[in-house]
Nanobody, 126 residues
Framework: DVQLVESGGGSVQVGGSLTLSCALS????????MGWFRQAPGKEREGVAA????????YYNDAVKGRFTISRDNTKNTISLQMLSLSPEDTAMYYC????????????????????WGQGTQVTVS
C-alpha cells in the first residue's frame, strides 16, 4: 500500500526549531510533487510548503517564508521541513501530501490537487 508517514513533531518553545520528515513507501513510481500542510483547531487546512521534481520549484506560504525550508531526498523517498523561529501561530497538525503527476502550477498550496496524505504530526509552540 502507498503510505506517507510523518515524524519529528513535538513541543517547542517560542523561537525554537523543529524538523519534520515524511517517508513515502509503496509507490510504483515516485510522485513529482510533495508538500506540507497544516491545520490548527477550528481552521482550514492550509498549504505550508511544496517541492516540485527535484527542487526545481518550491512553494511557501507567505506566513512561513524565510523561516521554513522544504527539501527532498529522492534516494530515500523522503521530504523534510525545517522550521525555524517558531511562534504559537505555527501550532497545528502538520500533514505530508503528494501528487503523482503534478505540474509546476499545481505543486503549491491548494490541497485539492493532493491525493495522498499522511496521518499528521503535531507541532505545539508555547
Amino acid at each position: 500500500d502507498v503510505q506517507l508517514v510523518e515524524s519529528g513533531g513535538g513541543s517547542v518553545q517560542v523561537g525554537g526549531s523543529l524538523t519534520l520528515s515524511c517517508a513515502l513507501s509503496g509507490y510504483s513510481f515516485v510522485p513529482n510533487c510533495m508538500g506540507w500542510f497544516r491545520q490548527a483547531p477550528g481552521k482550514e487546512r492550509e498549504g505550508v510548503a511544496a517541492i516540485y521534481n527535484n527542487g526545481t520549484r518550491t512553494y511557501y506560504n507567505d506566513a512561513v517564508k524565510g523561516r521554513f525550508t522544504i527539501s527532498r531526498d529522492n534516494t530515500k523517498n523522503t521530504i523534510s521541513l525545517q522550521m525555524l523561529s517558531l511562534s504559537p501561530e505555527d501550532t497545528a497538525m502538520y500533514y505530508c501530501a503528494a501528487q503523482q503527476r503534478a505540474t509546476a502550477g499545481t505543486c503549491a498550496g491548494t490541497k485539492a490537487w493532493y491525493k495522498l496524505w499522511g496521518q499528521g504530526t503535531q507541532v505545539t509552540v508555547s
